[in-house]
């Protein structure tokens, strides 16, 4: 039987154009989804864009545009972005979707019927730049200490959604790994902010707050931005809102996204399905922060990197390798874009680029003929299956990287431009382009032009020489 994979990103918020960091995201989510479906899975790979909340409305408002402009603008720069980097998603969910936002207040008046929702008053600190209430415990020198502000008070009437009730079904399910939140460190840091702060109950509305979904039944309020975000998972998949109706391909194989919101992801999130009688997440997977020559990346340091500025550069292909060869993923990573270069010119132009050509090259010369087909190394597939099932993207790189230089060694060694017999080079360089043909295969889901430009040029009967792979930085 088919098995089923449904892989999400966080769901972006265009307050500001994409940067690498949600191009890391996006491009491990399309690599999962690749990979499963050439096992034959059935997949589906959801991305998108979250559009509501005051931070997005006062951007509209600095631009001097209404708000639904403005974000119809800057979605359609992360749609662009994500089809010029070869994403592969099969849907692409916003926020001011009609659909979503018709099921989103179903799914309120849903927790309100079953009391998980109840009107009262909040008063605490928020922080816009995360659209969270925050403790003062959360705060440094009083400030947020991921956006450097100091949060707002907020005193105003709101429906509340009764979090603090899931505590210990949460942590039940957390512990028991019913919900896996990876990697195995982030599973502990959750559970030891649950049980030493407990969960206090979230406002769900926000009395000020036009830019939003209008909460059912109470004009003077709008959904939390949170809330209604949340949602996307299901409604990408068609879901209209109601309780215990699950869509076919929920639960979530897979949910990835960085350290900043899973908090979040794992407490309110959570609650929120437990609380509209649906499954919860199979798994959280939270990947490392990018910092930029060990900067955070920001507007005001300059220092953001935009994904066309990669592919500019590298090429789709080469930017996509470059990504997640970068850094573990689950850990933090420092780039920039000498690390960016050097990388390209020793893994890329000089490693499987050069190795490619030279083989090609040689067997053209000396007009040896091949048959090859893809997959011939079970060992290599199933270190490379073993390494994707634990989401160890930079370790399929380093295990296809060290297949590559093993092969330039063997050249190296045994010279076969020097040989004099067709029949001895053919012996040397038909086992290499195999090796070649094997890596090619096994690269698909990252680099998809690349390799299949690979796998055509080494699965014909004669191989000849092709186009540069990647052509050397020229400044
Ligand atoms: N809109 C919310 C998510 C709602 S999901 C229901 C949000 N959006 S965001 O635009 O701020 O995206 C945050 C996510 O972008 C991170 O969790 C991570 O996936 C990615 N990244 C943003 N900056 C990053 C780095 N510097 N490095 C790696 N990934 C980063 O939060």
């Avoid at 649950?194 to 109470?218: M, N, Y």
């Avoid at 997440?281 to 500025?309: T, W, Y």
Wanted: charged share 25%; proline share 3%.
């Amino acid at each position: 039987m088919k098995n089923k994979f449904y892989v999400t990103t966080p769901i972006y918020y265009v307050n500001a154009e994409p940067h690498i960091g949600h191009t890391y995201t996006t491009v491990a989510a399309d690599i999962l989804a690749r990979w499963h479906r050439q096992q034959g899975d059935e997949t589906f790979f959801l991305t998108g864009t979250d559009e509501h909340g005051a931070k997005i409305a006062e951007k509209a408002a600095e631009a001097g545009v209404e708000p639904q402009d403005f974000v119809d603008k800057v979605s359609t720069t992360f749609q662009k972005a994500w089809s010029d980097f070869g994403i592969s998603n099969d849907s692409f969910i916003r926020t001011t979707d009609s659909s979503h936002k018709q099921a989103v207040q179903r799914a309120v008046e849903v927790m309100l019927e079953k009391g998980v929702i109840v009107k009262d008053k909040y008063e605490g600190l928020y922080c816009q730049g995360c659209e969270q209430f925050k403790n003062e415990k959360d705060l440094i020198n009083g400030k947020c200490p991921d956006h450097l502000t100091v949060p707002q008070w907020m005193s105003e009437e709101a429906y509340m959604f009764k979090l603090s009730n899931f505590q210990h079904e949460l942590v039940r399910r957390i512990e028991s790994d019913e919900i896996k939140v990876r990697p195995v460190e982030r599973k502990n840091e959750i559970l030891s902010f649950i049980t030493q702060h407990g969960l206090r109950d979230v406002a769900f509305s926000r009395e000020k707050v036009k830019w939003g979904i209008p909460f059912p039944g109470d004009e003077n309020h709008t959904i939390y931005v949170w809330a209604d975000a949340f949602l996307n998972y299901l409604t990408g998949l068609g879901w209209q809102g109601e309780a215990g109706v699950c869509p076919r391909m929920w639960p979530a194989t897979v949910q990835l996204m960085s350290k900043d919101i899973l908090r979040v992801h794992a407490t309110i999130w959570q609650a929120m399905l437990i609380a509209l009688d649906l499954p919860t997440s199979k798994e959280l997977f939270i990947h490392g922060f990018f910092l930029v020559e060990g900067q955070k990346m920001s507007k005001s340091l300059d220092n953001v990197i935009a994904p066309a500025e990669l592919i500019k550069r590298y090429g789709v292909d080469g930017a996509r390798y470059l990504l997640m060869s970068a850094t573990s993923f689950g850990h933090d990573g420092d780039i920039g874009r000498k690390f960016f270069d050097d990388k390209f010119t020793a893994d890329l132009a000089n490693g499987l680029g050069n190795l490619v050509a030279r083989v090609s090259n040689l067997l053209e010369k000396n007009s040896i003929a091949t048959k090859l087909r893809a997959g011939t190394d079970q060992d290599l597939t199933s270190k490379v299956s073993s390494a994707m099932n634990d989401l160890k993207f930079d370790e399929v790189l380093k295990i296809l990287w060290q297949k590559i230089a093993l092969m330039d060694e063997l050249l190296s060694e045994k010279k076969p431009w020097k040989m004099e017999s067709v029949t001895e080079i053919s012996d040397v360089l038909v086992p290499v382009a195999q090796t070649i043909l094997n890596v090619a295969d096994l690269l698909l889901a990252f680099m998809p032009t690349t390799a299949q430009q690979v796998i055509k040029q080494f699965e014909a009967n004669q191989i000849v020489k092709g186009e540069s792979l990647f052509p050397r930085l020229v400044d």
